[in-house]
């Protein structure tokens, strides 16, 4: 079994930072790709940022430039730094890896539970 697990969401005031964390684990053999989604009410689930097995990384535009995506291989943990966060950014922001279980060969994607990210103006 494989489970990602978010923390660090809340409630923040505009211009202000937060950092989200999320942690794989159980029988994982390989992580590809790691990285976060972000849904409003209302709208699509959309790719906020993600981050290759070998550092990589790729930004929505929205994003570019406030927000940071990085990972602990050995930890298996990937993290957003969010900063001169906006309204607009309120969403419950999802993790995701793209990974290899011990008992199967193909690469399949899991995602966390989702974590509440709320930006006060």
């Known amino acids: 079994q494989v489970q990602l697990v978010e923390s660090g969401g809340g409630l923040v005031q505009a211009g202000g930072s937060l950092t989200l964390s999320c942690a794989a684990s159980?029988?994982?053999?390989?992580?590809?790709?790691m990285g976060w989604y972000r849904q409003a009410p209302g709208t699509q689930r959309e790719l906020v940022a993600d981050?290759?097995?070998?550092?990589?990384?790729n930004y929505a535009d929205s994003v570019k430039g406030r927000f940071t995506i990085s990972r602990d291989n050995a930890k298996k943990m990937v993290y957003l730094q969010m900063k001169s966060l906006k309204p607009e950014d309120t969403a419950v922001y999802y993790c995701?890896?793209?990974?290899?279980?011990?008992?199967?060969?193909?690469?399949?994607?899991?995602w966390g539970q989702g974590t509440q990210v709320t930006v006060s103006s």
């Open positions: 981050i290759t097995s070998g550092g990589n990384s």
């Open positions: 159980g029988m994982i053999s390989s992580i590809n790709s």
């Open positions: 995701y890896a793209d990974l290899r279980t011990t008992w199967a060969a193909r690469v399949s994607s899991y």
